[in-house]
């Protein structure tokens, strides 16, 4: 796997102070209500149950999470679409970015205008994807022992990764379950994200400092679910 940005543990960081206002919930709330038209049984949906998993480390209601998994039959929830945009940074970093919306036209309009305004350009569907690989990623804290990533190696994980920041595992996304539940310790944070083969390495403070706010101002827009970077620095 390429080298990170520190993107990843800011924006999980991030997520749990926004969870404290709800903000979190409603976007885990539009995540779960789409997981679940395929099939409402979390047993017999792993999409819907890594969302319910999601939802439950930030300490979402479980009455709440019923209602969006109850969602999936309401006609606003039937009009909600799921939607991709990429965009090159600062230093020419690649970002993709995965929102949840009821109003398409109006979301991309949005997103645009946001990127531009900071200094970002979209690129075409799906050229920017070359410079990723979509995978399933558990974070653990930094103190997790050897033999516990030594598990997730033997349960199939492709990769595993120790820094001063923690322990990163990468899996197949159909396997992302079984290893977290092999781990058995409780993750940071996890998910299927595109994890970048190639780093895009941005060299200056200044742009460094406007990459972030991109980011930032992107994740924090009501429909983005998640923004991913191949940027290092």
């Given at each position: 796997?390429?080298?990170?940005?520190?993107?990843?543990?800011?924006?999980?960081?991030?997520?749990?102070?926004?969870?404290?206002?709800?903000?979190?919930?409603?976007?885990?709330?539009?995540?779960?209500?789409?997981?679940?038209?395929?099939?409402?049984?979390?047993?017999?949906?792993?999409?819907?149950?890594?969302?319910?998993?999601?939802?439950?480390?930030?300490?979402?209601?479980?009455?709440?999470?019923?209602?969006?998994?109850?969602?999936?039959?309401?006609?606003?929830?039937?009009?909600?679409?799921?939607?991709?945009?990429?965009?090159?940074?600062?230093?020419?970093?690649?970002?993709?970015?995965?929102?949840?919306?009821?109003?398409?036209?109006?979301?991309?309009?949005?997103?645009?205008?946001?990127?531009?305004?900071?200094?970002?350009?979209?690129?075409?569907?799906?050229?920017?994807?070359?410079?990723?690989?979509?995978?399933?990623?558990?974070?653990?804290?930094?103190?997790?022992?050897?033999?516990?990533?030594?598990?997730?190696?033997?349960?199939?994980?492709?990769?595993?990764?120790?820094?001063?920041?923690?322990?990163?595992?990468?899996?197949?996304?159909?396997?992302?379950?079984?290893?977290?539940?092999?781990?058995?310790?409780p993750a940071e944070?996890?998910?299927?994200?595109?994890?970048?083969?190639?780093?895009?390495?941005?060299?200056?403070?200044?742009?460094?400092?406007?990459?972030?706010?991109i980011l930032e101002?992107?994740?924090?827009?009501?429909?983005?679910?998640?923004?991913?970077?191949?940027?290092?620095?």
């Amino acid at each position: 796997m390429s080298g990170h940005s520190k993107w990843s543990q800011i924006k999980h960081k991030k997520a749990l102070v926004d969870a404290k206002k709800g903000r979190v919930f409603s976007k885990l709330g539009r995540a779960i209500a789409v997981a679940a038209r395929d099939n409402p049984d979390p047993n017999k949906n792993l999409r819907l149950k890594g969302e319910i998993d999601r939802a439950r480390a930030v300490n979402m209601p479980n009455d709440t999470i019923e209602r969006a998994i109850k969602r999936f039959t309401d006609k606003a929830s039937a009009q909600l679409a799921e939607v991709q945009l990429e965009y090159i940074g600062p230093g020419s970093a690649s970002i993709i970015v995965l929102a949840i919306t009821d109003n398409t036209n109006r979301t991309i309009s949005e997103l645009k205008l946001l990127a531009a305004k900071l200094g970002a350009r979209p690129t075409g569907q799906g050229a920017l994807l070359w410079r990723f690989k979509r995978l399933g990623v558990i974070r653990l804290p930094a103190n997790t022992p050897e033999a516990i990533q030594l598990k997730a190696i033997d349960a199939g994980a492709e990769d595993v990764r120790a820094d001063a920041d923690g322990v990163t595992i990468y899996t197949a996304p159909e396997l992302l379950d079984q290893i977290r539940s092999r781990v058995e310790v409780p993750a940071e944070s996890f998910g299927v994200e595109f994890v970048p083969t190639i780093s895009t390495q941005i060299h200056t403070p200044e742009e460094q400092e406007q990459l972030q706010r991109i980011l930032e101002a992107l994740d924090d827009h009501d429909d983005v679910q998640d923004v991913f970077t191949d940027a290092d620095y």
